[in-house]
């Protein structure tokens, strides 16, 4: 099995960073992880292994849902 390394993107959503919680901004560069999420760039907090997941729901998703 391969391991999975983070990817440099620019962000195309607001989105928070797994690692600190605040907010990466449209268009900033970030990198991410498949199964994981987005983070700053260089980030200055250190991930902290939880049991949370993150869920991202796009319009479509709530339509779908029913969710407003």
Not at 6 to 13: D, G, L
Not at 16 to 35: H, N, P
Request: proline share 3%; net charge negative; hydrophobic share 40%.
């Amino acid at each position: 099995m391969s391991q999975q390394q983070w990817i440099k993107i620019i962000n195309n959503f607001p989105s928070r960073c797994v690692q600190c919680g605040d907010w990466l901004a449209v268009g900033q560069t970030a990198m991410w992880l498949k199964g994981l999420g987005i983070k700053h760039e260089e980030c200055p907090i250190g991930l902290v292994k939880d049991e949370t997941t993150l869920v991202i729901i796009d319009q479509e998703d709530k339509e779908r849902l029913g969710i407003k």
